[in-house]
């Protein structure tokens, strides 16, 4: 299991350009979803394969499989930011975290797999570090730069990666079971979701 860490500094930290995003982030229909589980599902007993010794066997596991990458979305903690340049010159703009809390992995679907499992196949599919779970911490803070005449928003919380995979179970016999779908959101760092308008 990886984990993010971010500096905790005095000095903000400047954004570089192309940082801010399109608009204000989607917010995302997580009714349904549940917290990983940390341990994996149990697995059905071994059984003796009765047709005979050249019968086909396997060791049975739980399984899962990232199929589509949906991108990163983020999971805002405490109120958005935001600050009016009401000049006509570029203005800067400081945002700070006062609220602060742990995101964990979110999944709908029956993950027959650990939290810790699906991080793993996730990063070995995309080459991304992931996290079960990362604490966004209070006092973090931001700066960037507002034109004349408009407004920088800003809200500070956790970037996951949400995904949809396959969960199923590989029986003794080769067989598996039916696959379910799971959709999750894993964290992936600690940040800010900046925009203007």
């Not at 060791?59 to 899962?64: D, E, G, L, Q, V």
Request: include cysteine; charged fraction near 20%.
């Amino acid at each position: 299991m990886n984990s993010v860490a971010f500096a905790e500094t005095a000095d903000p930290v400047p954004v570089e350009e192309g940082v801010l995003q399109p608009g204000p982030p989607v917010e995302e229909d997580e009714s349904g979803f549940l917290p990983a589980p940390e341990e994996e599902m149990e697995l059905p007993p071994v059984s003796v394969p009765k047709d005979g010794p050249d019968a086909e066997y396997c060791k049975p596991k739980n399984m899962y499989k990232p199929t589509a990458n949906l991108g990163k979305h983020h999971y805002a903690i405490g109120v958005q930011q935001a600050n009016y340049n009401g000049t006509s010159r570029t203005a800067r703009s400081w945002f700070k975290a006062e609220a602060g809390g742990e995101v964990g992995i979110g999944v709908s679907g029956e993950l027959k797999v650990s939290g810790g499992v699906l991080v793993a196949e996730l990063e070995a599919k995309y080459g991304v570090d992931l996290s079960v779970k990362l604490t966004a911490k209070i006092g973090n803070e931001i700066q960037v730069d507002t034109p004349p005449k408009k407004t920088t928003y800003g809200k500070y919380g956790v970037w996951r990666l949400k995904n949809t995979g396959t969960s199923y179970t590989v029986y003794s016999n080769c067989n598996t079971s039916a696959k379910t779908t799971v959709t999750s959101f894993t964290p992936w760092y600690v940040g800010w979701y900046l925009w203007e308008k």
